[in-house]
């Protein structure tokens, strides 16, 4: 079975955005290592606000109750366990991630708190900035998702400031992008899938 990378693009500018041309890297290089992959603009996927569930009652915050509501939510939510890397990135709006990215985030919770449905997955990032804040944005993101079980492989960041309409020319991020594509699909094919982090232990 082919490893399978899914590309999640932050920016509201979607394809035309200079975030989506380092993630595109990152898959065309996961695609070169026989990886298949996918990428979902948020720009085209509603997606409401996180409730807090959390905060009234723990119990309550988990996928059933969260698939629920009149969005996207379940199907992003299935395109993100079917994939066994995801690759989160991001514009930095005011030294922060996209509010689209973040919303993504505070909805995963629901598949993190109870049923550890983001165990073992493999992520990448990627982050791009007009001035300052993207390794800020970037360490947000790894440090929500982190916690959510995703594991990090070695040069997981990509991030490039400045450039403006130049990005092509941003050759340190170009070669960050490729090296994380490769590393991706090596951490995958090292991984033990029948271990659960969580639980420490190995599954049956």
Same mark, same amino acid.
């Given at each position: 079975?082919?490893?399978?990378?899914?590309?999640?693009?932050?920016?509201?500018?979607?394809?035309?955005?200079?975030?989506?041309?380092?993630?595109?890297?990152?898959?065309?290089?996961?695609?070169? +290592?026989?990886?298949?992959?996918?990428?979902?603009?948020?720009?085209?996927?509603?997606?409401?606000?996180?409730?807090?569930?959390?905060?009234?009652?723990?119990?309550?915050?988990? &996928?059933?109750?969260?698939?629920?509501?009149?969005?996207?939510? !379940? #199907?992003?939510?299935?395109?993100? $366990? #079917?994939?066994?890397?995801?690759?989160?990135?991001?514009? &930095?709006?005011?030294?922060?991630?996209?509010?689209?990215?973040?919303?993504?985030?505070?909805?995963?919770?629901?598949?993190?708190?109870?049923? !550890?449905? $983001?165990?073992?997955?493999?992520?990448?990032?990627?982050?791009?900035? +007009?001035?300052?804040?993207?390794?800020?944005?970037? $360490?947000?993101? &790894?440090?929500?998702?982190?916690?959510?079980?995703?594991?990090?492989?070695?040069?997981?960041?990509?991030?490039?400031?400045?450039?403006?309409?130049?990005?092509?020319?941003?050759?340190?991020?170009?070669?960050?992008?490729?090296?994380?594509?490769?590393?991706?699909? !090596?951490?995958? +094919?090292?991984?033990? +899938?029948?271990?659960?982090? #969580? !639980?420490?232990?190995?599954?049956?």
């Amino acid at each position: 079975m082919k490893i399978r990378i899914l590309g999640i693009n932050g920016s509201p500018r979607g394809e035309l955005s200079r975030t989506f041309f380092l993630l595109d890297k990152v898959l065309k290089s996961a695609e070169s +290592e026989g990886a298949e992959t996918q990428v979902i603009h948020l720009s085209k996927v509603k997606l409401d606000y996180c409730i807090g569930r959390y905060s009234e009652d723990r119990l309550s915050c988990n &996928v059933k109750n969260c698939i629920t509501s009149d969005d996207q939510f !379940k #199907w992003l939510l299935n395109q993100i $366990l #079917w994939a066994d890397g995801v690759v989160f990135a991001s514009p &930095v709006q005011w030294f922060s991630m996209s509010a689209m990215m973040k919303t993504l985030i505070e909805r995963l919770t629901s598949a993190e708190n109870i049923e !550890k449905l $983001l165990d073992g997955k493999v992520a990448g990032f990627v982050a791009v900035a +007009e001035e300052d804040g993207a390794t800020q944005t970037i $360490l947000q993101m &790894v440090g929500a998702l982190n916690f959510m079980g995703f594991m990090i492989p070695p040069y997981a960041f990509v991030y490039s400031t400045g450039f403006y309409g130049r990005i092509h020319e941003d050759r340190e991020a170009i070669e960050d992008a490729i090296r994380l594509g490769k590393n991706m699909v !090596k951490m995958i +094919e090292m991984r033990d +899938e029948s271990y659960n982090w #969580w !639980k420490m232990e190995r599954m049956e």
